[in-house]
């Protein structure tokens, strides 16, 4: 059966106008790097330079936090939480009335399909900031005691795969506590972040509450380990996770992490197969499987492996790759020359331990990064795309034949973010989700975010909550 052929459906880029160069966000104000370093951001898929961004120096993060220390100590902090909220409402409906630009910015600056940003990521982080925006005057019935009070200025540092909802997720709840914060976005997508800058100030919030300072791992290090803050938030790398975690040990900094994961996603022989496929699909090739909680490793009951596998393929051959600004688009470009050695890099560890590799007939354009739909099958639990996070497109899969077994492997991992369960008995589920470590764990659905519901990890994938009630508890003294 042949793939049906779209024409061209791209979104114009009409909407957004991206300066030349971008400065500090600091005390409210765009401003230069006392240094003068900048660097540039490019769009993955096509190569083309998109901006000139500052690199922080360790002198710009001093001032950051410094402004951020005012707002706090002078304003946010003693502002009643009804207030707070007004500004947390006002910035959700901003983000509202420019979702398009912003959908179309961070398609640009990541890679990611516009059909994703546009319908996933803009909405949620109007949702988070929506939901943050409630509590910010109801937190003496968050459960943490009659009159919580916050840590102070938070240090925050968020990767590349959903840099605005990233941004969402962890400065609506420091907010809404009334922290302040300096957040450094990834090296390779700053550019939302930017935008979101623009809306502080369209807000009218008060100078210095939000300050976002860009740069590379430099400027992570030097707002982590600065004397100033109270608290750092981070969602990177298991590796840089280990560092920062070192680092703030013998200080007073509360510490929440959210490191990578190796997320089993069991089919199970009486789930319906078409839905659980659909699952499989988005477990891993949603976002380019640039998610810490993708659902990397399928685990298939051995009853229905081949009816599955045979699925799975004929759905992977009608996935569109390319453009990220067409609608059509189903998987769009890795988001970095380096992310895309990587994955090449495990790929073939993959290949020469043994595992049988497949991807669709699927034409890859010329200029940006881009990497096809693959699944490796025949794969061990010692293999290495079994057990390290490849942070890209590529399924690794397994089999099992009891539920016992079935838990068994899931838990076999250094990580504990995720997990999903396909089965068409309740009892069942309920039996797995008792006994996976997993912070999250989704049933007969997968990659389902809301803001009400808390995310985090056991093991090397990290500590803390974020998202819901407990995600309050990270921004407070308690
Ligand atoms: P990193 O952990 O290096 O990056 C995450 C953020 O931390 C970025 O803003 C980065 O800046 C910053 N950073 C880097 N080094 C330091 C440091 N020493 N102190 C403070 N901040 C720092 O992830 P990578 O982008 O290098 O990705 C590598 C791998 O990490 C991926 O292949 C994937 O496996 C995993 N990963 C997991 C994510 C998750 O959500 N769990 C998200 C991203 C990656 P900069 O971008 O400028 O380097």
């Known amino acids: ?24 966000f600091i005390g409210g104000e765009f401003t230069p790097g006392i240094d003068g370093r900048a660097f540039k951001t490019i769009s ?29 100590e002078h304003t946010w902090a003693l502002m009643p939480g009804t207030e707070r909220a007004k500004y947390l409402f006002r910035i959700a409906r901003l983000v509202q009335e420019r979702a398009r630009e912003l959908a179309v910015i961070e398609s640009l600056d990541n890679g990611k399909p516009i059909r ?24 003496e019935y968050a459960g943490y005691g009659p009159a919580p009070r916050p840590l102070g ?67 992570g290090r030097a707002l982590v380990t600065h004397p100033g803050i109270d608290k750092v938030a981070f969602t990177g790398s298991t590796e840089v996770g280990k560092e920062i975690a070192r680092a703030c040990a013998p200080t007073r900094k ?19 197969i078409d839905q659980a496929v659909e699952g499989i699909v988005n477990g891993i090739f949603f976002n380019q499987g640039h998610v810490c909680c993708a659902g990397s490793r399928l ?8 009816e599955v596998l045979a699925a799975l393929r004929r759905r992977l051959g009608t996935l569109r790759l390319g453009d990220p600004l067409d609608k059509n688009t189903d998987v769009g470009a890795i988001n970095s020359a380096a992310q895309l050695a990587k994955i090449r890099e495990l790929s073939q560890v993959g290949e020469a331990e043994g595992a049988e590799r497949w991807s669709p007939p699927c034409d890859l354009p ?5 990497f096809p739909p693959t699944v490796f ?4 639990q010692a293999h290495r795309i079994a057990r390290e996070e490849i942070f890209g497109p590529v399924l690794s899969v397994l089999t099992f034949r009891t539920p016992a077994e079935a838990v068994e492997k899931a838990n076999n991992t250094p990580y504990g973010l995720s997990a999903g369960i396909w089965t068409d008995k309740g009892s069942l589920i309920l039996w797995m989700a008792s006994r996976l470590r997993a912070g999250v764990v989704w049933a007969n659905t997968f990659n389902k975010f809301d803001p009400t519901s808390p995310f985090g990890g056991y093991k090397e994938s990290g500590y803390g909550r974020e998202g819901g009630r407990h995600g309050l508890e990270a921004y407070l003294d308690v």
Not at 8 to 22: G, H, I, M, W
Not at 52 to 67: L, N, Y
């Open 1 to 24: 059966m042949g793939k049906f052929e779209y024409a061209p459906a791209p979104e114009s880029r009409d909407v957004v106008s991206l300066r030349e160069s971008y400065g500090l």
């Open 44 to 72: 993955p898929a096509t190569e083309e330079v998109l901006g000139e961004v500052t690199e922080a120096g360790p002198a710009d993060v001093d001032r950051a936090v410094a402004a951020a220390r005012k707002a706090y």
């Open 116 to 139: 994703e940003s546009r319908d996933v990521d803009i909405p949620l982080v109007a949702a988070h900031f929506f939901y943050y925006a409630g509590w910010a005057d109801k937190l």
């Open 153 to 219: 200025v938070a240090g925050q540092v968020i990767p590349w795969n959903f840099p605005l909802l990233m941004l969402a997720w962890k400065i609506a709840p420091a907010l809404a506590c009334g922290n302040t914060v300096v957040l450094k976005p990834a090296e390779t997508t700053p550019l939302t972040a930017l935008a979101f800058a623009e809306i502080c100030q369209q807000a009218d919030l008060p100078p210095g509450v939000v300050n976002i300072v860009t740069g590379a791992g430099e400027t």
């Open 254 to 272: 509360k510490l929440t992490l959210e490191l990578g994961g190796k997320a089993a996603n069991i089919v199970f022989e009486d789930a319906p």
């Open 299 to 306: 685990l298939v009951q051995e009853s229905v492996y081949s």
């Open 366 to 370: 010329v200029k940006g990064f881009w």
């Open 377 to 380: 099958t025949g794969v061990s």
